[in-house]
């Protein structure tokens, strides 16, 4: 079966792209933007930091001090692009492989870790960083997210949510619903669906026929396309739809095309399952290498930056190791934190039932 999605080396016609994979700027009559040196340098630092945690963090799985860890590899740039167009007001719901939209949000990457070492039940605030907790469960995030923007559009905030999503997920009813209520409702959304061609082992053409973007304008609003692996791309688009949002134009569907280049998770082994002329394909693409390319032809950067960058991912990596390993085992009654904003009743009940267990082995 053939797709017009295509997952090799073709780049779709109906894709903003701002920067070519070889860092060559293109201009596009809808989504222009002017970014200076030091924001470029920034944006490159961004992606390099967040490729580091990962890969330390992939690291700490195979020496077994994480249960498991979902890469973002190749999604750098969908994930700092969408991530840096977020203001301090708007709220993002995540899935459990935006640790580059963490980033943007500064959520510690050890509260990453510690997640997936099972040492918390949580991770961090949401409240604190506009950040929800990661949610494993494909696609519920969207109603939630949904809701949210609802309850800002009641209370006349001048924000915006952005919910991320899969190509996978987009089959689920979950998602579907939610369009239908923002739509109907004109919430203030941003519905960022990284396609990473892949949902774990089954490919993109086994949950759609037409390209994924094209979707939206069955539920009523506009859908866009964009290079995921384009930083500045990424970062105009997003930035666009948000202030749509923010100003009463109702929910956007943006489809960041992308490509997941390491494993689903740790616990996948995708050579069992797509051919490795693929990944090279997409190794083209590389989402920091073209910044790299940018920066290097139009003299904004020199060999001393990127080595700095280089040396300040190598101690990023240590530390988060070293805290890695230093986080505490929760106390068993922990489980009980958080369940509910406020004192519950059960909750107190079964705490007292399960602290009086426990003193059962301490005689
Ligand atoms: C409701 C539900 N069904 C199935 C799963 C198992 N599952 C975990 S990840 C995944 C694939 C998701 O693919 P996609 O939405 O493309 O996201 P990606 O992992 O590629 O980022 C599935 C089916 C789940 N977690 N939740
Ligand atoms: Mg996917």
Same mark, same amino acid.
């Given at each position: 079966?053939?797709?017009?999605?295509?997952?090799?080396?073709?780049?779709?016609?109906?894709?903003?792209?701002?920067?070519?994979?070889?860092?060559?700027?293109?201009?596009?009559?809808?989504?222009?933007?002017?970014?200076?040196?030091? @924001?470029?340098? &920034?944006?490159?630092?961004?992606?390099?930091?967040?490729?580091?945690?990962?890969?330390?963090?992939?690291?700490?799985?195979?020496?077994?001090?994480?249960?498991?860890?979902?890469?973002?590899?190749?999604?750098?740039?969908?994930?700092?692009?969408?991530?840096?167009?977020?203001?301090?007001?708007?709220?993002?719901?995540?899935?459990?492989?935006?640790?580059?939209?963490?980033?943007?949000?500064?959520?510690?990457?050890?509260?990453?870790?510690?997640?997936?070492?099972?040492?918390?039940?949580?991770?961090?605030?949401?409240?604190?960083?506009?950040?929800?907790?990661?949610?494993?469960?494909?696609?519920?995030?969207?109603?939630?997210?949904?809701?949210?923007?609802?309850?800002?559009?009641?209370?006349?905030?001048?924000?915006?949510?952005?919910?991320?999503?899969?190509?996978?997920?987009?089959? %689920?009813?979950?998602?579907?619903? &939610?369009?239908?209520?923002? &739509?109907?409702?004109?919430?203030?959304?941003?519905?960022?669906? %990284?396609?990473?061609?892949?949902?774990? &082992?089954?490919?993109?053409?086994?949950?759609?026929?037409?390209?994924?973007?094209?979707?939206?304008?069955?539920?009523?609003?506009?859908?866009?396309?964009?290079?995921?692996?384009?930083?500045?791309?990424?970062?105009?688009?997003?930035?666009?739809?948000?202030?749509?949002?923010?100003?009463?134009?109702?929910?956007?569907?943006? @489809?960041?095309?992308?490509?997941?280049?390491?494993?689903?998770?740790?616990?996948?082994?995708?050579?069992?399952?797509?051919?490795?002329?693929?990944?090279?394909?997409?190794?083209?693409?590389?989402?920091?290498?073209?910044?790299?390319?940018?920066?290097?032809?139009?003299?904004?950067?020199?060999?001393?930056?990127?080595?700095?960058?280089?040396?300040?991912?190598?101690?990023?990596?240590?530390?988060?190791?070293?805290?890695?390993?230093?986080?505490?085992?929760?106390?068993?009654l922990?489980?009980?934190?958080?369940?509910?904003?406020?004192?519950?009743?059960?909750?107190?009940?079964?705490r007292a039932q399960f602290a009086a267990y426990l003193e059962?082995?301490?005689?």
């Amino acid at each position: 079966m053939t797709t017009d999605a295509s997952r090799g080396a073709e780049a779709p016609p109906d894709l903003v792209q701002l920067l070519t994979p070889e860092g060559e700027r293109v201009e596009h009559p809808d989504y222009d933007i002017d970014l200076t040196p030091e @924001e470029v340098r &920034s944006l490159y630092r961004d992606l390099v930091l967040v490729r580091r945690i990962d890969l330390e963090a992939v690291a700490l799985q195979r020496q077994g001090e994480l249960g498991i860890w979902a890469s973002l590899l190749g999604q750098e740039a969908a994930q700092i692009g969408s991530g840096r167009a977020l203001t301090d007001a708007d709220m993002a719901f995540p899935t459990y492989r935006e640790h580059g939209v963490a980033w943007c949000r500064d959520v510690d990457p050890v509260k990453l870790l510690g997640l997936f070492r099972g040492v918390n039940h949580g991770g961090w605030d949401p409240k604190e960083h506009n950040f929800h907790l990661y949610t494993i469960v494909i696609g519920s995030q969207t109603l939630h997210a949904v809701g949210y923007a609802m309850g800002i559009q009641r209370d006349d905030a001048n924000a915006a949510t952005i919910v991320y999503f899969g190509d996978g997920a987009t089959s %689920q009813g979950d998602v579907n619903e &939610s369009f239908i209520w923002a &739509s109907v409702f004109n919430a203030p959304i941003v519905f960022f669906c %990284q396609n990473n061609q892949w949902a774990i &082992s089954e490919p993109l053409e086994k949950q759609t026929r037409i390209p994924l973007y094209r979707r939206a304008s069955g539920f009523g609003f506009p859908g866009i396309r964009v290079d995921g692996n384009d930083v500045f791309a990424c970062l105009a688009v997003t930035r666009k739809a948000l202030e749509a949002a923010r100003t009463g134009q109702g929910p956007t569907l943006v @489809e960041a095309f992308t490509y997941r280049m390491g494993a689903h998770t740790t616990t996948d082994d995708p050579t069992r399952y797509r051919v490795a002329s693929e990944l090279e394909a997409w190794k083209l693409k590389d989402p920091i290498e073209r910044v790299k390319a940018y920066l290097f032809k139009n003299e904004h950067a020199d060999q001393e930056f990127f080595d700095s960058v280089a040396a300040e991912a190598d101690q990023l990596g240590a530390d988060l190791r070293r805290r890695c390993l230093a986080l505490p085992d929760p106390g068993p009654l922990a489980i009980f934190d958080h369940v509910y904003s406020e004192p519950h009743a059960l909750m107190e009940q079964e705490r007292a039932q399960f602290a009086a267990y426990l003193e059962g082995f301490q005689a």
